[in-house]
């Protein structure tokens, strides 16, 4: 009876992924089907051939992905690949993404986990050898049968056409072979190589604002906006920002607008600095300003200060994840301020920071300090409140249809009663206002929402500009849009075309959103190449919008896209073998009592490192104790590659310091191999204790050939 009990929750644990596609698309995902069933069978013999004590790992390893998947599939709309293995690491990320466990399909994941521990609790009989046999070659028979007919309905999704760790599996393959056998750099486009200025403009003159606000809303598509969906043509979806709509009224919206890829960090390079955020996982363009400052002085913050204007930076999360400390700063901001600049508690938990209702509000009163001050200034905003695991009580989430719509529902009544509260406050009729989102967190409707990003401009010319933009534009549009408005000179670093300009030629765009490049040219060719190598070409009007309706398979566009990704990721990179990269600069660091969490207590945001293969890397610290109990203060360095701790690196012992002296480390190591998301820990403690950070430099060293 037992045997039978385990049986019966092993087929569940091993084919609840197919059954709940089945249920819910039908005979629609036939490939994906394939793929659910083979890889469901692969674990079903995997687990009544082992030994009990590796089937319990097996299981555990199989439902966590399948819960994990499903989690990034509801929020992000793609399937996880391996570089988000990254995210592992960092135990900021994984406790604040799931905090409270507020799962996006509860019910089903219940059943998945309840069903793997009891066949996980009951042993079972061991079948035949020649079950074993024949059910290898059924499992190698559905998989090589979708390897087969992948190509004809690789007009579908991603999601559509893979179980999520056949999906991995695939990923992490072909980005192997991707890295032994890089395709050849291609000449650039000119529309993805150059700013385009040469086109009308619809101002008179230099714009009448003296002061630039930019509204990033965290993960919003531009679907969400009625009116914005209606020109593209999108039928209504559950969840509209009807009261930010009826806010801007009289805004220039801009329906056909891109984001270029996932990662806050990605966007706000690409909002910031006038450039493509990179086709690929590889370390964000943002980290590499570091190694390559005379770009990083051509980001719109740098070049604001440079022209007179104040530049700050206020954000609803911590800034310490994804180093925003110190990329804004580098970026040219002059105040860089995270939820510490915020006294107003939530009124709810949440994890992530200050909720939207809360931010905005402080937001207000930020710029009502720097209206006070007569100055002309500049400032960014970001929310966090529509990250997983949102930001909404529990109350209010049971009245709408999921956790993120009712968190959506509440960041339009922020932002809308914000706006509101800047017209009142007289800061519309001097401002130049940009309402955009960092990515988008996608639909089911379509895979290409995830490339859709939010375009709203609102100016005192408001008369002088047209309700509905056309034409093809991005984020990588926001700083020359900025700067032409303002009539100020651009440096040939930027890329891009003006809001402000009428263009009466294609757009070239690209994105890189849920394992798919998307290209589109100015002879409105559209091409999209998934991670899996399928490819298809057509000709569209723009990069977003429904597939062309002869979307055929493409050979030779593909190598053309990557060899084109490749050359746009690479851009910052120098020729120099030698680059440094700066994690201090005087700044004070109070230390704990005692230290509970290598990460949390870290003084240093040096994280996610990538060092090459035959590279030396030089580590200098300086550091001066402002503040030191009796006995001193003595730091300690752990070094991490993922969040593993390595010991094959010698790190010298720190001196003991008192109040006023200074402390000096350096140490050097070689790397045979290349090492990626490498972490430095830089930690100490002490009552009262605070030191100030003089220096923290890694310079990385490449051998030549």
Request: a neutral charge.
């Amino acid at each position: 009876m037992k045997n039978i009990i385990a049986s019966f929750f092993l087929l569940i644990a091993c084919f609840l992924p197919a059954v709940w596609r089945l249920v819910y698309q039908g005979l629609g995902e036939p490939i994906g089907l394939l793929s659910d069933l083979g890889c469901g069978l692969g674990i079903l013999l995997l687990s009544l051939f082992s030994p009990h004590w590796v089937r319990i790992p097996v299981l555990i390893l199989w439902v966590l992905a399948q819960a994990a998947a499903r989690e990034l599939i509801l929020t992000m709309q793609r399937l996880p690949n391996w570089q988000d293995l990254q995210y592992l690491a960092d135990p900021e990320f994984i406790a604040n993404s799931t905090s409270g466990f507020n799962l996006s399909s509860p019910y089903l994941i219940g059943v998945f986990i309840l069903s793997t521990l009891l066949a996980c609790c009951f042993p079972t009989r061991r079948p035949g050898r020649q079950w074993l046999l024949r059910g290898s070659a059924v499992c190698v028979a559905l998989l090589l049968a979708h390897t087969v007919v992948n190509s004809r309905f690789d007009k579908q999704s991603v999601i559509a056409r893979y179980n999520p760790m056949h999906w991995f599996a695939v990923d992490s393959l072909t980005s192997a072979l991707q890295r032994q056998s890089l395709p050849d750099a291609a000449s650039l486009p000119t529309g993805l190589n150059e700013l385009e200025l040469d086109a009308p403009s619809l101002l008179a003159k230099k714009g009448r604002a003296k002061n630039v606000l930019i509204v990033i809303l965290e993960g919003i598509p531009g679907m969400y906006h009625p009116e914005i969906g209606k020109t593209m043509n999108m039928a209504s979806t559950d969840i509209e920002m009807h009261r930010l709509a009826a806010a801007t009224s009289e805004a220039m919206l801009i329906p056909d607008f891109t984001a270029h890829s996932h990662q806050t960090i990605r966007g706000l390079y690409s909002i910031l600095c006038g450039d493509f955020s990179k086709l690929s996982w590889d370390t964000p363009k943002a980290f590499e300003l570091q190694s390559n400052p005379a770009r990083a002085q051509d980001c719109l913050p740098s070049l604001m200060s440079q022209f007179g204007w104040s530049t700050h930076f206020l954000q609803a999360a911590g800034l310490g994840f994804m180093g925003k400390d110190r990329i804004m700063p580098r970026m040219g901001f002059q105040q860089v301020h995270g939820t510490e600049w915020f006294t107003e508690p939530n009124p709810y938990p949440f994890e992530w920071g200050v909720v939207d209702k809360v931010f905005f509000q402080g937001a207000a009163k930020y710029i009502a300090q720097l209206r006070a001050k007569k100055h002309p200034w500049m400032l960014t905003l970001l929310t966090v409140g529509t990250h997983q695991p949102y930001a909404v009580p529990d109350d209010v989430a049971s009245h709408f249809g999921s956790r993120k719509d009712a968190t959506v529902d509440l960041l339009d009544q922020a932002v809308a009663e914000f706006i509101e509260q800047l017209r009142r406050d007289g800061v519309l009729k001097d401002t130049l206002v940009i309402i955009t989102s960092d990515e988008s967190h996608g639909s089911p409707l379509a895979d290409w929402v995830s490339s859709w990003g939010l375009g709203m401009v609102l100016a005192p010319e408001q008369k002088r500009l047209p309700r509905i933009k056309e034409g093809g534009f991005g984020l990588v549009d926001i700083t020359a849009s900025v700067l032409d408005y303002l009539q100020v000179k651009m440096p040939p670093t930027l890329i891009g075309r003006s809001f402000f300009r009428v263009y009466d030629t294609p757009r070239e765009m690209v994105s890189y959103t849920t394992s798919k490049r998307r290209w589109h040219t100015v002879d409105n060719r559209r091409y999209e190449c998934a991670d899996d190598g399928r490819c298809r070409v057509g000709t569209a009007p723009s990069l977003l919008g429904p597939p062309p309706a002869e979307f055929v398979a493409d050979r030779d566009g593909g190598p053309r896209l990557a060899g084109i990704a490749r050359v746009l990721d690479q851009k910052l990179l120098t020729d120099e073998t030698t680059k440094t990269l700066q994690f201090a600069n005087g700044e004070r660091r109070k230390l704990p009592e005692k230290i509970t969490n290598e990460w949390g207590d870290n003084l240093v945001g040096a994280q996610y490192l990538d060092f090459p293969a035959k590279s030396k890397v030089q580590v200098a610290i300086r550091y001066t104790a402002l503040k030191a109990p009796p006995a001193g203060i003595q730091l300690k360095l752990l070094v991490k590659e993922w969040e593993y701790t390595q010991h094959d690196i010698p790190i010298p012992v720190f001196p003991v310091v008192h109040k006023g002296e200074e402390g000096e480390v350096e140490f050097e190591f070689a790397n045979p191999k290349a090492r990626q998301y490498f972490s430095f820990h830089l930690l100490g403690e002490g009552k009262n204790a605070e030191i100030r950070m003089d220096e923290f430099n890694v310079t990385i060293d490449q051998e030549e050939g």
